[in-house]
């Protein structure tokens, strides 16, 4: 049986880091994803508001790189969590269990809040190498008029 889903839009708000009483990390925030298609009336598309979870090192990923507005795209399997509320009156949520969380925008693309201050992200993929120095670079000496293409 397979559980997988990936979803990519906005964060409703900041993400919430909390810790378990045996310090594990655990980032708990909300996704606003707008659907694919418009109605048919010509009416505004709808969006879904999904909540998510991100335990340990993910979660400490979440909460220090993403802030309210960011895009992001989160990957792992859709949980069904049973409640009770304040009433007695027993609930049930759905919730993503992420897995990996990439950034969805670069930082131009996003808000300009300047709390931003990871890696120079690869766009869709998370993280790449730092940039090298300018002074490691050299001009290359080959003619490339040369090559056969």
Known sequence: MLNHITVMGRLVRDPELRRTGSGVAVASFCVAVDRDYSPKDGGERK??????????????????????????????????????????????????????????????????????????????????APAAPASDFAMLDD????LPF
């Open 47 to 128: 969006t879904d508001f999904i909540n998510c979870v991100a335990w340990r090192q993910t979660g400490e990923f979440v909460s220090k790189y993403f802030t309210k507005g960011r895009m992001i795209v989160v990957d792992g399997r859709l949980e069904m969590r049973d409640w009770t509320d304040r009433d007695g009156n027993k609930r049930t949520s759905a919730e993503i269990n992420v897995d990996n969380a990439y950034f969805g925008d670069s930082k131009r693309d996003g808000d300009n809040s300047g709390s931003y201050s990871a890696p120079a992200a690869s766009g869709f993929g998370g993280y790449s």
């Open 143 to 146: 003619d490339d008029a040369q």
